[in-house]
């Protein structure tokens, strides 16, 4: 981002903010520490860089520390002392000014409140208006260049290969009248990554019967349980190349351990399916009519499709969140008005996870997509599941 200096002060400017105040303690606040480029440099004391709409950009780094921030553009300013940070703080921060920090006004969004109330209640003593980063966050740091686009692509047409292939083979061996448990595919799973090239966070979901019901549920060696026939099985994985800045992909797939469909059970994945598609189609409309798209907007979408079948006390979890270099990202928009309320707008450059899913006492059902946003409109990057998959039906 650093290397962005002259757009940042442009965009302050036009948003009539003071400036962007960047600042971390041992790794509090990731969008900082990604922001300068130190992510990967143990920094062990606070720190902070503050970009002026209209002056050069001023480091402030502890005397034993500022070796680490010899990139970083403007003039560098060492302190040893708390005293002697704070009296340089206050010769930074803009009396009566609006300054950018990664902060929310009442706790409203987690992903981006990542300075502590301390640190926000040091420089409001100084005479500033602190107020959230959050768009500016999305704008310079969250956006896709085109190779990481490509790179995407490339994890997503692998996952989609891998769960085809795994989804056959499971049916296969059932058919043969073979007994499969949750773990044993998972670890299936986690070797068709490794083959691939790609890596993951965690390991892949593997869920079958009772445990679909439990959005997070992951098998392990102790928890697993066989596939029963009459089963939901609900797979997703999500893996990305190696490269640092290379995003995620992620899908998902709903079968069942039967020769046909049961019609109960194709119905509530059509709920699923439909919420899905409803949202994708809210955030493809507004971008054709050149209007904007909020994140809560996009998860309501949904929620009233899954409403009108009489479930809405079945979606526990978000609608979708932004896809990036770490699982679960929320540093750009999320498709949420559940658990947070995201007034963020979906911006091109971005991409997120589309997720729905229905869960009862028996069993669950999740679709996972990922779609992407760019200027002339939306991609959707991973399979497209329309129909819950029958494992035991001939061939």
């Not at 609006?98 to 926000?120: H, Q």
């Amino acid at each position: 981002m650093i290397d962005r200096l002259g757009e940042i002060q442009l965009e302050l400017r036009a948003r009539g903010l003071a400036g962007w105040l960047l600042c971390d303690f041992r790794g509090q606040n990731p969008i900082a520490a990604r922001a300068l480029g130190v992510s990967q440099v143990p920094l062990t004391r606070r720190w902070f860089y503050y970009v002026a709409a209209d002056a050069m950009p001023v480091l402030l780094a502890h005397a034993t520390e500022l070796d680490a921030f010899t990139e970083a553009p403007g003039d560098h300013v060492r302190f040893t002392s708390w005293t002697s940070l704070r009296a340089a703080l206050e010769r930074l921060v803009p009396v009566g000014g609006k300054v950018a920090m990664e902060f929310c006004a009442m706790g409203s969004n987690p992903y981006l409140s990542r300075v502590d109330a301390g640190t926000v209640d040091l420089v409001r003593s100084y005479g500033a208006e602190v107020v959230s980063s959050g768009d500016l966050v999305q704008h310079f740091l969250c956006r896709w260049e085109p190779e990481q686009l490509a790179a995407h692509r490339r994890a997503a047409t692998a996952l989609g290969e891998l769960c085809a292939e795994t989804v056959a083979s499971l049916g296969a061996r059932l058919r043969a009248g073979e007994r499969v448990h949750e773990h044993e595919l998972q670890e299936q799973l986690m070797r068709g990554l490794e083959a691939r090239g790609l890596v993951t966070e965690g390991r892949p979901i593997v869920a079958a019967g009772p445990h679909t019901a439990s959005p997070h549920y992951v098998p392990t060696s102790a928890t697993s349980a066989f596939l029963e026939r009459g089963e939901v099985v609900l797979l997703e994985l999500w893996a990305r190349e190696p490269a640092l800045d290379a995003p995620f992909a992620e899908m998902a797939w709903v079968a069942v351990v039967e020769e046909r469909v049961p019609p109960r059970l194709a119905a509530v994945f059509a709920v699923v399916v439909e919420a899905r598609d409803r949202a994708i189609e809210l955030i493809r409309s507004r971008r054709a009519a050149s209007k904007r798209v909020l994140g809560f907007e996009v998860d309501r979408a949904a929620r009233e499709v899954v409403a009108r079948h009489g479930h809405s006390g079945r979606f526990p979890h978000r609608t979708g969140h932004h896809l990036s270099t770490v699982v679960n990202s929320g540093d750009a928009a999320t498709l949420d008005d559940l658990e947070i309320h995201d007034t963020r707008e979906l911006v091109p450059g971005l991409a997120w996870s589309v997720h729905p899913g229905l869960y009862f006492e028996e069993y669950g059902v999740r679709t996972a997509v990922d779609i992407y946003l760019d200027e002339s409109g939306l991609l959707v990057t991973t399979p497209l599941q329309r129909e819950v998959t029958a494992l035991l039906a001939p061939g």
